[in-house]
């Protein structure tokens, strides 16, 4: 009996020793870690071109998706003109910031731009390039941008009449010869 307790506390410690020096190395890889948050990739999906009209306040409607399936958290969206010399308008979000909380793997949101357009703006289409600047879960940043563009129509350019109401001449009567 005492050598069949030896044995068996023998045994044990041999377990126990196992467990130890090589527990960690069994298990080193299972860990409870979570994955790591992956990219977020956002982007206007509608479009490209929308109308707007000169001498206006235009509202522009853009649906922007998270095309990833990682959620994008303080998203800050930058609509940033091409041709900044010669551009007649003015771009601005119509919410009274230039961020969005979130947008969870692919999802989408709605955004207005306030498109003010120069009454005597060229007609032709301008190119705006949409930047986002966000954050995954694990707070890594990342920046994506789209090119939409808006069309200029201007009914007034081309369209002017001059019109006159009275005419007074002098003399008041001409002859022939005069």
Known sequence: MKKTKAWMAG???????????????????????????GAPNIAVVNGPVFEVEAG???E?????????SSLANSILVMPKLQEVGDNPMTITLKSPSNN???ISGNASRKLTFLVNVDPLAEAKTYA????????????VHYSTSS????????YA?????VTLSDITLSPSTLEAGE
């Open 147 to 154: 090119t939409i563009y808006f069309k200029v129509t201007n």
């Open 60 to 68: 522009v409607e853009v649906q922007v998706r998270n095309l990833s």
């Open 157 to 161: 350019v081309g369209n002017t009449r």
């Open 11 to 37: 045994f044990l410690l041999l377990v126990f020793v196992f467990q130890m020096a090589f527990g960690a190395l069994v298990f080193a890889d299972d860990t409870d870690m979570p994955e790591p948050a």
């Open 56 to 58: 206006k306040e235009n």
């Open 100 to 102: 969005i909380s979130s």
């Open 128 to 139: 705006v390039d949409v930047e986002f600047s966000f954050f995954n879960n694990d707070q």
